[in-house]
């Protein structure tokens, strides 16, 4: 197609694709492109993120579409899927090819596939910075000629290329820009193959498909389009189709191979590396992480770092920001004056507390996902999945399950969500279950409250016992889960450890904004409505707690909860827990607040004297036992709402969903009541 | 044959042949592993996964993918 022909008209933003394999820098350009002008949300009917940004250049205006990081384009997995059939069937623009040139002959690997399909292409060529302290030489303009393709040296992490891309694709833009894509070929013997296989499948596939294209892909065995050829041939053609076939078992292999050759041969004339360097030096630092006794450590330590650090960072920005909400309600509570008595209720001991339990979990989220993003960015986050898959494995998991178990000491929701990394399906679906096992921050939050208040110096104890029960939990249930209902091999460890980077705090800081965006707009909007809620059932219908309609809900399932020793106050906390984590500790302080003359939620989280007062009242209401059975249930309770959400949209399946609510209900009340028996026997 | 396993750090070898099925000979040739690639043994201790480092990559193996990869020393 003549690069001509791709002119859009001045009102029409022109659009363009960002594909690339992991760790080529692919957010950093999205970035350095786009700056706030971002947009996150799902991939149409799919679980998987998209995210979108429009910029402008030289007057025009353009549309970016980050593809899935993927290192290829099969069917295999549904990121991958996603990447290839929104350039087959949304036919953007242009398709930015990222491309790490320190390692460019595994990264050139995604363009072999992307130079296939009908849009045109630019290769950014990426960490040029990188490959220029390796006294890696690439000559670009040769790479270029080789290609067929426009070549943008970069090193997006410095801002060097962001520029020259943007004139690149101003150029494709106004056809001003050759595009003549060389191929991959493949050996003669194919070629024939390919020419049958192509007059074959001639008006049965998709306009949209490229013939060659779907030649390789039936070599291969491409589950999706092998689908749609099988679907759309008749039958006796496709018996003849799957003869031919059948010669080639290895077809993906051979296809593989002969991409790589290409990317060789091109690599071959363009790349120079000083003599004698194979292979590069491995880092100190890098042998110790990846050994399996230092690696251990090494991880250990930077794990607890970064949780000190989420925390050191989260803490103080979480006070702060609830003690604007007190100086909040101390304002709204003198322009209310006069107003009816329930609405200033409503807003000041329902909304604002609310709105500060939202607010104190942000400052914790975005904290933790700084961690997050600069040890990826520093490429510790692969090394990280590599020493823990032989502990993981224990669990009959692989250590890509690490992080998301790990994220889910932060939010469960990013744990069930992180799942994601795991390529085998049976894998994944086990690590989804089991991450609702890991205490939050809001459950820790909790639950650290009520063990400081009733153990003082005994709470390190409890919090010892609570982690070995979780241990405990997560082996038995991988065991439950593997023994008896899915039934699943090891999904095995396949990963690129990418080089290490000095971090981009640039890319840092729109990682945290944009999910932390993310996380005030579903999590925030759901704190705020429960407690809200919690208010309004425990206001209604006599403006009594006492008589409220939660009362009557808890009074009903007082017979369980005495068997862990609690009253129809507390069930009805357990229960705010359901909905969200954070609404439990917010549902006790509006629960037992509104026996005080004092605002409720402020006076929780607020400052520390009334936070004792608080605490003194706890003390006179509930037995050490009691407050036992509370700290367990709580810690093995039922997912909450954000939870069981996340766990129906990744397990797609309302069984499993379901059967994780009954099976964590039931664990809840199985631990309170052996922790308030344990209670009654010490205490 | 011999599996990739069978090669200490620092040794070198060619790869033969990659046994498995469709997905997963796809994932690791997605990686790097071919046919004809020849590759040099990172790190390898008796147990857990492998470090293999080809086609200017770093890529970890857990044990038993790296079992299906028959290689050829050189």
């Known amino acids: 197609m003549a690069a001509s022909e791709q002119t859009a008209p001045d009102d029409k933003s022109f659009v363009i694709a960002l594909a690339g394999q992991p760790n080529t820098g692919k957010s950093t350009v999205f970035n350095r492109l786009t700056g706030s002008r971002q947009h996150v949300g799902n991939w149409p009917g799919k679980t998987v993120e998209q995210k979108t940004g429009n910029f402008r250049y030289a007057g025009n205006e353009y549309l970016l579409v980050d593809l899935p990081g993927t290192y290829s384009l099969t069917a295999n997995s549904l990121e991958e899927r996603i990447s290839r059939s929104y350039i087959i069937e949304e036919q953007p623009d242009l398709v930015i090819a990222m491309v790490d040139a320190s390692q460019l002959e595994r990264s050139l690997y995604i363009l072999s596939e992307l130079i296939m399909l009908p849009a045109p292409v630019i290769l950014a060529l990426n960490m040029m910075d990188v490959a220029k302290e390796q006294e890696r030489k690439i000559d670009v303009n040769a790479l270029e000629k080789a290609l067929g393709i426009k070549v943008v040296p970069m090193s997006a992490a410095r801002n060097q290329g962001v520029k020259e891309l943007q004139d690149a694709i101003a150029e494709m833009r106004w056809g001003r820009m050759q595009y003549n894509p060389q191929k991959p070929e493949f050996k003669e013997e194919f070629v024939l193959l390919f020419k049958d296989i192509k007059k074959k499948i001639a008006g049965i596939i998709p306009s949209s498909y490229p013939a060659d294209w779907a030649a390789v892909k039936l070599l291969e065995g491409d589950s999706e389009v092998v689908k749609v050829v099988k679907e759309n041939m008749q039958a006796k053609e496709w018996t003849k189709m799957e003869e031919t076939l059948s010669h080639y078992p290895d077809g993906v292999l051979l296809a593989a191979e002969s991409r790589y050759n290409w990317i060789k041969e091109i690599s071959e004339k363009v790349v120079s590396l000083p003599a004698g360097t194979k292979v590069p030096l491995r880092s100190k630092f890098d042998r110790a992480a990846t050994h399996p006794v230092w690696g251990n450590f090494i991880a250990l330590a930077i794990m607890m770092g970064a949780l000190m650090a989420a925390m050191v960072i989260g803490m103080p920005a979480a006070s702060a920001g609830m003690a604007g909400i007190s100086v909040l309600s101390g304002i709204l509570s003198n322009i209310m004056t006069g107003m009816p008595v329930w609405l200033t209720a409503a807003v000041i001991d329902g909304l604002v507390p609310g709105l500060g339990m939202a607010l104190a979990m942000l400052f914790f989220v975005l904290a933790v996902f700084l961690v997050i993003a600069v040890l990826e960015d520093v490429g510790y986050m692969a090394r990280l999945s590599y020493v823990t898959d032989r502990f993981m494995q224990r669990l009959g998991l692989q250590g890509k399950a690490f992080m998301p178990l790990f994220m889910s000491f932060c939010c469960n929701v990013s744990g069930v969500m992180g799942t994601r990394v795991i390529d085998s399906g049976k894998q994944r679906l086990i690590a989804i279950i089991l991450a609702p096992i890991i205490p939050c921050a809001a459950v820790w939050g909790v639950t650290g409250f009520i063990s400081s208040l009733f153990f003082s110096s005994g709470a390190v104890i409890i919090v010892a016992a609570m982690l070995a029960a979780v241990v405990l939990q997560l082996v038995l249930t991988s065991i439950l889960l593997r023994r008896y209902v899915i039934r699943s091999e090891s999904g095995g460890l396949i990963m690129e450890l990418p080089p290490y980077h000095k971090p981009d705090w640039k890319n840092v800081a729109a990682y945290v904004w944009v999910r932390g965006k993310e996380f005030l707009k579903r999590a925030g909007s759901l704190i705020v409505l429960v407690t809200m809620a919690i208010w309004v059932l425990s206001y209604l219908p006599n403006e009594s707690i006492e008589t409220s309609y939660l009362a009557s809900l808890g009074r009903l399932l007082e017979p369980v909860g005495g068997l862990m020793g609690m009253d129809w106050r507390l069930i009805i906390c357990l229960m705010a827990g359901f909905v969200s984590k954070e609404a439990a500790l917010a549902s006790m302080a509006v629960v037992l607040g509104l026996g005080e003359a004092a605002s409720s939620l402020t006076v929780l989280l607020g400052a520390t004297v009334e936070h004792a007062s608080l605490g003194a009242y706890l003390m006179t209401m509930i037995s050490p036992a009691t407050a036992l059975a509370f700290i367990f249930a709580m810690l093995f309770s039922v997912p909450c709402i954000g939870t069981v959400g996340a766990i129906y949209s990744e397990s797609r399946s309302l069984t499993w969903t379901l059967g994780a609510v009954l099976y964590y209900t039931l664990t809840s009340i199985v631990a309170g009541i052996i922790a308030y028996h344990i209670g009654l026997i010490i205490f | ?74």
């Open chain 2, 1 to 74: 044959m011999e599996s990739i396993t069978a090669l200490k750090a620092g040794e070198t070898g060619i790869v033969e042949r990659i046994t498995g099925g469709r997905s997963f000979i796809s994932r690791v040739s997605a990686m790097g592993f071919t046919g004809n690639v020849e590759f040099t043994m990172l790190q390898n201790f008796s147990r857990g996964p492998l470090l293999v480092f080809l086609r200017d990559s770093q890529i970890a193996l857990g044990r038993g993918e790296a079992e299906k990869i028959k290689v050829r020393r050189i």
